[in-house]
């Protein structure tokens, strides 16, 4: 059964950089074909994809954010962090991890979701 | 934002059949590039109702079924139900962006 869960600061002040963590069940990101990607959604809004990271520790960003995401992985640990720099209120959203394989490009296995607030 | 147009709003009536549209372009659905959606119920997370264009995950009734055609995708549900209201998501990877693209998002309400 795969479960991932993601944990973070529900408060975020404008210009910090926020550090959200996976943790994640049922799989293993050492095994071939398999990653974990990151998605938000401001309230009301769309879902927006973030960043991904595969086994192999290849790395694809969003274009328009991929100068403030990192992305990483701790397979000890079977967990997945994303930083986000340089935060501001338009980033205040729910932010989700998900599960998907190399072959396919859509999430079969979501997180609940995380809400951060970006206020001062 | 998005590259990926839904309609913001559809209604049904319970029984009834209504479908999604999902726009796109050329970088997108039309380069061949597969359409996916997802489900998502009030204050929860996505779930994925439908894979690679027309596949249905375990468990999904059969009366949803997705289509995809030039540069659009629909989503379709047969027999609507009062516990299909929700929001829904298509999702594909658009190679001008070099990045995964969701929808705009479709609110089904059953009357």
């Known amino acids: 059964q795969i479960t991932l869960k993601e944990s973070g600061p529900t408060l975020v002040k404008p210009t910090q950089t926020l550090t959200l963590t996976c943790t994640f069940s049922?799989?293993?990101?050492?095994?071939?074909?398999?990653?974990v990607g990151w998605i938000r959604q401001p309230p009301g809004k769309a879902l927006e994809w973030l960043a991904l990271?595969?086994?192999?520790?290849?790395?694809r960003y969003s274009p328009s954010l991929k100068n403030r995401l990192t992305i990483t992985k701790d397979t000890s640990k079977n967990q997945v962090v994303l930083k986000m720099s340089n935060m501001d209120p338009v980033d205040t959203a729910t932010y989700y991890c998900?599960?998907?394989?190399?072959?396919?490009?859509?999430?079969?296995?979501w997180g609940q979701g995380t809400l951060v607030t970006v206020s001062s | 934002q998005s590259v990926l147009t839904q309609p913001p709003s559809v209604s049904g009536a319970p029984g009834q059949r209504v479908t999604i549209s999902c726009t796109g372009s050329?970088?997108?659905?039309?380069?061949?590039?597969?359409v996916h959606w997802y489900q998502q119920l009030a204050g929860t997370a996505p779930k994925l109702l439908i894979y690679g264009n027309i596949y249905r995950p375990s468990g999904v009734p059969d009366r949803f079924s997705g289509s995809k055609s030039g540069t659009s995708a629909s989503l379709a549900i047969t027999g609507l139900q009062a516990e299909d209201e929700a929001d829904y998501y298509c999702?594909?990877?658009?190679?001008?962006?070099?990045?995964?693209?969701f929808g705009t998002g479709t609110k089904i309400t059953v009357l």
């Open positions: 999702q594909s990877y658009d190679s001008t962006l070099s990045g995964y693209v």
């Open positions: 050329s970088s997108n659905i039309g380069a061949g590039y597969d």
């Open positions: 998900a599960h998907r394989t190399l072959d396919s490009a859509y999430y079969d296995y």
């Open positions: 049922g799989f293993s990101l050492s095994t071939s074909g398999v990653g």
């Open positions: 990271i595969y086994w192999d520790e290849d790395k």
